[in-house]
């Protein structure tokens, strides 16, 4: 079973930086393509920034483009989002997905971790 586990979350201010980390067991890491979404009070989960299983491309919504970073460590099975010059719009639970990089959709989800930035 697939299991992902993020950490890192917690409240900090406008401007501030935070660092997600997320920890996948239960699957050759490697052949997974990884993903980070997240999902502000009273809206739909979005899609923020993914990581093919190789780690030579990603890509990122506008809004956060310049600002966050996704990265993976193959060899420690974790997947890494820094953010930077965060904005209270940023306020979110942050999600970590995973899927095999022949699917289309996300079939593994972590629990979230909450970041709130505040003005």
């Known amino acids: 079973q697939v299991q992902l586990v993020e950490s890192g979350g917690g409240l900090v201010q406008a401007g501030d930086s935070l660092r997600l980390s997320c920890s996948v067991s239960g699957r050759t890491f490697s052949s997974l393509t990884m993903a980070w979404f997240r999902q502000a009070p009273g809206k739909v989960r979005d899609y923020v920034a993914h990581i093919s299983w190789t780690g030579s491309s990603t890509h990122y919504v506008d809004s956060v483009k310049g600002r966050f970073t996704i990265s993976r460590d193959n060899a420690k099975n974790t997947v890494y989002l820094q953010m930077n010059s965060l904005k209270p719009e940023d306020t979110a639970v942050y999600y970590c997905?995973?899927?095999?990089?022949?699917?289309?959709?996300?079939?593994?989800w972590g629990q979230g971790t909450q970041v709130t930035v505040s003005s």
């Open positions: 997905a995973a899927k095999d990089r022949w699917r289309s959709e996300y079939d593994y």
